[in-house]
Structure formats: structure tokens, C-alpha cells
């Protein structure tokens, strides 16, 4: 929702509004109290409500918003930067603001006092990167180029990184040349939703059982974290993940042994990890195994 102008504006009020405030709403705003859901507010309704509410609190409001290049191409980014604008005119609110190098909100915003994500994190992702890849011995200094390739596309963005390196990591087990990986290096999008779309496209792309098993464990793994059951420790662990696909694991009439148990675990582990691109994977945690 917060990817679009109003879901930003709702999502800004809800954070906002005091129950003084949000008294002060019902009196005051036309058959307030009869609207059950944001379908019920018009974008007008919201936006006015937030700038009123912001002009009227008695003391100095910190906004921070994250993404703004993300926000959905349907709304694009001219409205959210009017937004953004005429916020930052009010005497008492101060933003904070993100995004990736989008020209636009480039062009717009790039004279206002800035940090570069990736001035900042540069030499960390290089140390990650030259530590993680085990490069050929054989021409070690266009080698070690390919390290610089990936900080310079990263823009800072440690989980890019992260995912990019188990994929240039495989080309080179599989002898791929320094040409080769560079080629693969430009194939990367250099933005993480363009990278999950790539990754998912790559994944079994002639296997559509494989895509429905990796769907199902994506969707295991979301619902449990909603659930209050698993929200102390928000992980899955595998043995949980394992019974959700063997039902006879469960049977009270003839429970598993641990060895089979453990066999249908480590199957399970595997099987995350080829179906699921890397997007999911198995971290050891004292004596378990959680998702």
C-alpha cells in the first residue's frame, strides 16, 4: 500500500494522529466516523487531513521516508515529490528521505544536503566481496577487477551483493573466463526487485513444479512470521517446513524415527535451496535448522 501517493499519505496519518487528534478528525471532518477503510478516503481527503494535522501539532515532526523510487509508476514521481515539497515548507516538520538514483528525483532533490549509500559502505562491500570469492589464481589483477565491478554496480546495497556473489561464484566454479563473469556482472540488474524477477526467471525455467514448491515455501515462510506463534523468534525451522510437505510425518499412530526425520530435513534443506533461487536459505542456530 505504501508504494502509491495515498497508501504514503494514510500510512503517515496513522503514525501521526494522537487519540486527541484523531477525536479532533471525527468532529471535525464531514462523515468521518462512517468510513470504515482507506477505499472510503479520497487521495484529496488524505492529503489535506496530513498537512492540517502536521501545521496544527505544537511541536517539531521527523519524517522519514524510504524508497522513494519505488513508489508505483501508475502514481510516478512528479506527485510524490510535490508531496515531499510542500511537507518540507511547513515551519515544523524536517524529512529524511531515500532512494536510488532515479534522474527525476535526482534532478529535484540533489541539491538538498546529502549521504551516498555506497561512499559510505564502498570499502566494507569490497572486504566482503574479495573474502568471499575464491577467484582463479591465474591473472590475479583482472581478476581482482571483477571485485570492483560489483562495488561499483552495488550502490551500497549489502543484500545485492550478497545475492550477486553466489552467482558469480558458481560461473567461476564452472571455469567461466574473466569475460564471461564480467558479462554476467552486466546482466545483473542493479536494482533488488529487477534481481528477484531475474533470479525467480532463472529458477527451474522449464520445471513448473519446481516454481510451485518454491511458491509454497515462500508462502510457509510469510505466514509464519504473521503468526503470533512464531513472532517471539520470527524464524521456521525445518522440521516445521519438512512436516508441512510429509504429512505422514505427523501421524500419531506411527511417528518417524530421528534418523528419518533428519534424512527428510536434509532433504528439505537442499531443496530450499535449489527451488528457491538463494532467495531462501537454512541457518544453523544452536542444535536447529530455521528458514
Known sequence: MQHNIKGLHCSLLYQLLSEECSTHLLDTVSQASSRDSDSDWS??????????????????VCIFIDGLDEISPKDGATELLQLVQTM?????????VSSRR????????GQHPML???????????????ASLRLPTAGDKDWALVINHIVDKS????????????????????????????????????????????????????????????????KLVLTALDECVFAIHQTLSFTELTAAFHDDLLSRDA???????????????????????????????????ES
Open 43 to 60: 487521495l484529496n481527503d488524505v492529503r489535506k487531513i496530513l498537512l492540517d494535522s502536521l501545521a496544527s501539532l505544537p511541536y517539531t
Open 155 to 218: 550502490d551500497g546495497v549489502f543484500l545485492w551483493v550478497r545475492l550477486v556473489l553466489k552467482s558469480v561464484q558458481s560461473g567461476i566454479d564452472n571455469g567461466d573466463t574473466f569475460e564471461e563473469v564480467q558479462s554476467r556482472l552486466d546482466a545483473f540488474p542493479s536494482d533488488l526487485n529487477g534481481l528477484y524477477k531475474d533470479m525467480w526467471q532463472r529458477l527451474n525455467e522449464d520445471q513448473h513444479v519446481y516454481r510451485q514448491s518454491a511458491a509454497l515455501y515462500f
Open 255 to 289: 511417528p518417524p524415527s530421528a534418523d528419518v526425520l533428519r534424512q527428510k530435513c536434509e532433504a528439505t534443506v537442499t531443496q530450499v535451496g535449489i527451488r528457491c533461487a538463494g532467495l531462501l536459505e537454512a541457518q544453523e542456530t544452536g542444535k536447529t535448522l
Open 88 to 96: 518540507r515548507n511547513l515551519p515544523n516538520t524536517k524529512l529524511c
Open 102 to 109: 532515479q534522474p527525476q528525483l535526482q534532478h529535484h532533490l
Open 116 to 130: 551516498r549509500l555506497q561512499d559510505l559502505t564502498a570499502k566494507d562491500i569490497f572486504k566482503v566481496s574479495r
